[in-house]
């Protein structure tokens, strides 16, 4: 009768075959990473492959739980890679899928070349047993690329946050915020922050803002961005504001909010002529 081991021999002998038929078998014209055509990624998607095979192979030589301890490594690999992030989930899945096609036929090709030494029960047992560990494998990989999708998308969405309150210099000591979008909580937060290191960075006497690009703002909003203008006359910076639109005007109004000592102009145009600034 043959043993796990002797099945484990052979499949760990085929693996480098097993990922050129997979290779070779795949629809290149497949989103994301299958579809590459850059040599150095084929070498990288080949090589992930093989690894996968290698780490697989052992489930007819550990104990299970080692298996999933030594597997872990290769998915968390994975879900880091750029590539495959760039790759529609269902495609990395249906390659999933199409590679435990593999070990089934594998399993099949075997039995049958041995079929005095392999009983009916211990063919199902391998069968299983492939489906079993392919089917943890795949809900393992789908919880930790949802997370890891979503932390990217997070830090994509801080980097643009943090780069939307660009303090540009139009001439010596004069620059402009202008504000463009949404403008929530947290970003008029980032606004705060950033705005006041670049103003004094560039050591500004005047900065105007405008708010043209701006649909509306809540009240906890247009305190934050009143502030921003206290803030910036403790450091010595005059702020001179254009393109309030009626919504933000009713918000302050109600705030009883007043541009007491404020330069207010209906467009930046108007603001940057009246101040003579040419530079723009």
């Known amino acids: 009768m043959l043993k796990d081991q002797d099945l484990y021999e052979h499949l760990s002998g085929r693996t480098s075959i097993m990922t050129e038929d997979w290779y070779n078998s795949l629809d290149k014209s497949k989103a994301g990473v299958y579809g590459s055509t850059n040599p150095d990624k084929i070498a990288l998607l080949k090589k992930q492959n093989h690894d996968f095979h290698l780490r697989f192979c052992s ?24 590539a495959h992030l760039d790759t529609p989930i269902i495609e990395v899945i249906s390659e999933f ?25 211990k ?8 489906v079993q560990i392919f089917s943890k494998v795949i809900i393992e990989f789908t919880d930790q690329n949802s997370k890891a999708a979503k932390k990217r998308m997070d830090s994509q969405q801080q980097m643009i946050v943090e780069m ?8 010596n000591k004069i620059g402009m915020l202008p504000l463009v979008g949404e403008v929530t909580p947290h970003r008029a937060e980032i606004i705060f922050e950033k705005t006041l290191a670049q103003s004094s960075k560039h050591d500004l006497e005047k900065l105007f803002i ?35 639109s009626p919504v933000i005007a009713q918000t302050a109004v109600q705030l009883g909010i007043k541009f007491i000592d404020i330069e207010v102009y209906n467009t930046l145009a108007q603001a940057l002529k009246q101040n003579k600034v040419d530079s723009f």
């Not at 550990?62 to 880091?80: A, H, L, P, T, Y």
């Open 97 to 121: 899928f199409r590679t435990q096609e593999q070990y089934l036929e594998e399993l099949g090709k075997y039995a049958l070349e041995h079929k005095e030494q392999v009983s009916h029960e």
């Open 59 to 82: 489930i007819f030589q550990k104990e299970d739980s080692d298996f999933v301890e030594n597997f872990q490594g290769w998915i968390e690999s994975i879900v880091k890679d750029d």
């Open 164 to 171: 939307s309150a660009p303090v540009i210099l139009l001439a």
């Open 123 to 130: 063919l199902m047992e391998w069968t299983q047993a492939v």
């Open 210 to 244: 405008d708010l043209s690009g701006v649909p509306m703002i809540d009240t906890m909003v247009a305190q934050q961005v009143f502030q921003l203008i206290k803030g910036l006359e403790i450091i010595g910076v005059k702020v001179a504001m254009s393109g309030i």
